[in-house]
């Protein structure tokens, strides 16, 4: 009997290679931003067009299926998941280090079937590593089976965050000093490579041991999350309960000994749920 979702899953591969050509091909060229919410929230035109090369290629050949995308959901269209298959994507993740040619600019997509992921793929394409994972099945790097690094002592670990503007200054204030308490439990050190999906990828991989951040989306995490959880890596919410993919918070980590200690440390803020605004 054929697998249905592996073969959704080989189809996207080779769909997420076209894609990365797209985007090493743009970088060579000169890149038009454009701003969405704010100053520091960008897209450019490879993002729209790598969006709708993906798009149309999957609708093409599964055309009952569902998406979430991150340019089609800032172009109107809803950001709810439901139970049918759902393709869930960001073009670009890393768009801010696309547009200074900083090198972790990845493709992600993570694939859903009653609101559960069945698999996901991060294309890290200027670095040439493709990031898979199906559920059960394991997680891998370019083919190579890879996992977490098992670490259970935080202050051993080296830990990732993003850290940006935010409008709203209580927010602001709370992300430096959260990243004040990480520093001073001690860890090892806080690095930004500044793509949610590449982060995951890092920590599935055992390059880092920790990662937590409020204010992605469904897109950032969705692709990334099939790679730790395969990789033997812990998902949970920011607060410690369990992950939830539309809640725009998580704290991915090699042990649930990190998770659970991340989530006390940190104080938490609001930042919405992608099935309500959309944004």
């Given at each position: 009997m054929s697998d249905r979702w592996q073969e959704c899953m080989d189809f996207c591969v080779e769909v997420t290679k076209?894609?990365?050509?797209?985007?090493c091909e743009a970088l060579q060229k000169d890149i038009?931003?454009?701003q969405k919410s704010s100053p520091v929230d960008l897209v450019t035109e490879t993002d729209q067009k790598v969006e709708g090369l993906i798009i149309s290629s999957i609708k093409e050949k599964y055309p009952t299926h569902s998406f979430i995308g991150e340019e089609s959901v800032a172009?109107?269209?809803?950001?709810?998941?439901t139970d049918n298959p759902t393709w869930i994507i960001d073009p670009i993740d890393g768009t801010t280090n696309f547009v200074h040619r900083f090198p972790f600019v990845?493709?992600?997509?993570?694939?859903?079937?009653?609101?559960?992921?069945?698999f996901g793929i991060v294309y890290s394409?200027?670095?040439?590593?493709?990031?898979?994972?199906?559920?059960?099945k394991g997680a891998f790097c370019n083919g190579d089976p890879i996992k977490v690094s098992g670490q259970e002592d935080i202050s051993k670990s080296l830990v990732l965050t993003e850290m940006g503007f935010k409008e709203d200054p209580e927010h602001f204030k709370?992300?430096?000093?959260?990243?004040?308490?990480i520093l001073t439990i001690p860890v090892h050190g806080i690095r930004s490579p500044g793509s949610a999906a590449v982060n995951m990828c890092l920590v599935a991989c055992g390059s880092a041991d920790a990662y937590y951040h409020m204010g992605i989306h469904c897109w950032d995490m969705a692709g990334g999350a099939a790679v730790v959880?395969?990789?033997g890596g812990v998902i949970v919410d920011i607060s410690g309960g369990p992950f939830d993919l539309m809640s725009r918070r998580l704290i991915v980590a090699s042990s649930r000994a990190i998770a659970e200690r991340i989530a006390k440390e940190i104080t938490q803020f609001d930042v919405g749920r992608?099935?309500?605004?959309?944004q």
């Open positions: 076209r894609a990365g050509k797209v985007i038009t931003v454009m172009a109107g269209a809803p950001s709810v998941l990845s493709v992600s997509i993570g694939f859903t079937v009653k609101k559960e992921i069945e394409c200027v670095e040439d590593k493709m990031y898979t994972a199906r559920k059960g709370r992300m430096l000093a959260n990243i004040r308490t959880s395969e990789a992608d099935d309500e605004n959309g």
